[in-house]
T-cell receptor, first 116, second 114 residues
Framework: KAGVTQTPRYLIKTRGQQVTLSCSPISGHRSVSWYQQTPGQGLQFLFE???????NKGNFPGRFSGRQFSNSRSEMNVSTLELGDSALYLC???????????????FGPGTRLTVL | AQSVTQLDSQVPVFEEAPVELRCNYSSSVSVYLFWYVQYPNQGLQLLLK??????LVESINGFEAEFNKSQTSFHLRKPSVHISDTAEYFC????????????FGKGTRLSVIA
């Protein structure tokens, strides 16, 4: 079974630009979560999507948005990039049974975003 | 809300020596606890988890962690480390009801020295 895949693996952007990151979950997984990882703040939860609906949201500004498609693939978008957005963005997928989130999340390798 | 404190940001240890990575959590409700490991340039992998039952949980590669409710701790231990254990280790918590996200500690970088 293929794992969680994220594309691209590396991105370099300049301040003010926008960026879209993609995540393909493990087949059969309907929940996708996004996390931002930085040396200073560690791992912080961005949002979670289930059945194309945002079910949980972390404490990030509105410049960070996401969506999920009917095949469970998810994208996240960051508009008007700032230097502080440089980070590793991790996607995780999870099985859901009856809508309840499984206790195990499977992580992708991440997309490393550098903002210059 | 839940929070996690990993008391050591870096832990150097010689090969074949024992190691303990400390994790304390804060929560007003019952929780599930996890340890994840991140190798360089990779995502996170689940190492072990406590959901209920026995307070001592083990992984397939020799790590174990003990849930201590009175001390709100979930320390990770290994009696003899290998070079290949060099990685960053994250403790995480989530409440045991509802669809709530994981809350991670800041991580502990374990460096095994030959």
């Amino acid at each position: 079974k293929a794992g969680v895949t994220q594309t691209p693996r590396y991105l370099i952007k300049t301040r003010g630009q926008q960026v879209t990151l993609s995540c393909s979950p493990i087949s059969g997984h309907r929940s996708v979560s996004w996390y931002q990882q930085t040396p200073g703040q560690g791992l912080q939860f961005l949002f979670e999507y289930f059945s194309e609906t945002q079910r949980n949201k972390g404490n990030f500004p509105g410049r960070f948005s996401g969506r999920q498609f009917s095949n469970s693939r998810s994208e996240m978008n960051v508009s008007t990039l700032e230097l502080g957005d440089s980070a590793l963005y991790l996607c995780a997928s999870s099985v859901t049974r009856g809508g309840a989130l499984s206790t195990e999340q499977f992580f992708g390798p991440g997309t490393r975003l550098t903002v210059l | 809300a839940q929070s996690v404190t990993q008391l050591d940001s870096q832990v150097p240890v010689f090969e074949e020596a024992p190691v303990e990575l400390r994790c304390n959590y804060s929560s007003s409700v019952s929780v599930y606890l996890f340890w994840y490991v991140q190798y360089p340039n990779q995502g996170l992998q689940l190492l072990l988890k406590y959901l209920s039952g026995s307070t001592l949980v083990e992984s397939i590669n020799g790590f174990e962690a003990e849930f201590n409710k009175s001390q709100t701790s979930f320390h990770l231990r290994k009696p003899s480390v290998h070079i290949s254990d060099t990685a960053e280790y994250f403790c995480a918590v989530t409440r045991n009801s509802g669809n709530t996200p994981l809350v991670f500690g800041k991580g502990t970088r374990l460096s095994v020295i030959a």
